[in-house]
């Protein structure tokens, strides 16, 4: 179970750097 819950935390916080990368990359366009 807590390996379950390592796995979500790591997708998590890969997903928001990956949202995070975006805006960076979007935000000087705009």
């Known amino acids: 179970m807590p ?4 796995v979500t935390n790591d997708v ?3 997903y928001r750097g990956f949202l995070a ?4 990359e979007i935000a000087p366009g705009v």
């Open 21 to 24: 990368s975006c805006m960076l």
């Open 12 to 14: 998590a916080d890969r």
């Open 3 to 6: 390996m379950t819950i390592v």
